[in-house]
């Protein structure tokens, strides 16, 4: 993707245009933390990212901006590369929203280089937001990172099956997420994985009053007949 020539107030601009009364009727039903909504969907800002294309500094103005929506694109144009771990950690602290911190980890924080330093840093901590998003980052590693050996991800199961119906809300989501993931890189950590999820139980989440999703069933996804032939 080029680097976008857009200003801040071009893209502010174009993002009003979009904007979107059933969105943000639905944001305001489900909260944002503080943060105001112009109510546009992600697909739709998948798209405006794509065509506004990446800029650091862009999205750093963006994310000033106190908009939920303005924040979600920032975290889909910045570029990794460019990203200190003094911004991650300035941004974290104004991402306490579900939504937010989720595509804060998917579309920019698990491309970063200290991804991986971060999970095993955040899982200890006493932070809701960095918790969550350390077992958000241990779900990318688990799928995408094919060079981790499972002695990584072992202590990580041992955790998840000692904290996880003790967890914050969106932290449990998190770890719950990731020990499904977990269990689909081997045999070895599938069994592993397998033998957490049915020592833990039912993962009750509670997803908003208007949402009817639930917490995937990950011993139901562990023992698919397609992942035991992918696995033999």
Known sequence: ???????????????EKNRGKRGI??????????????????TKLKKLAREIGKNHELALELWDEKYLDTRLLACMVDEPKKVIEAQVERQ?????????????CQMLLCRMSFAQDRVVQWV????DVKRRCAYLLLYHLARDDKKLGDDFFEPLLDTIEKR???????????MN???????????????????????????????????SCEAPDVVKHLTSPALKKKLR
């Open 25 to 42: 009727a639905h944001r305001e039903r489900s909260g944002r933390n503080g943060l105001k909504t112009l109510g546009i969907g992600l």
């Open 177 to 211: 997420a990731a020990l499904m993931r977990i269990g689909m890189r081997s045999r070895g950590l599938n069994r592993r994985a397998l033998a957490v999820a049915k020592k833990i139980g039912k993962v009750e989440v509670d997803y908003g009053d208007d949402n």
């Open 92 to 104: 974290l602290a104004d991402a306490d929203f579900w939504l937010l911190t989720h595509t804060y």
């Open 124 to 127: 200890k901590s006493k932070d």
């Open 1 to 15: 993707m080029p680097r976008s020539a857009m200003s801040r107030d071009a893209v502010v601009v174009l993002l």
């Open 164 to 174: 996880l119906q003790k967890e914050e809300n969106w932290a449990k989501d998190g």
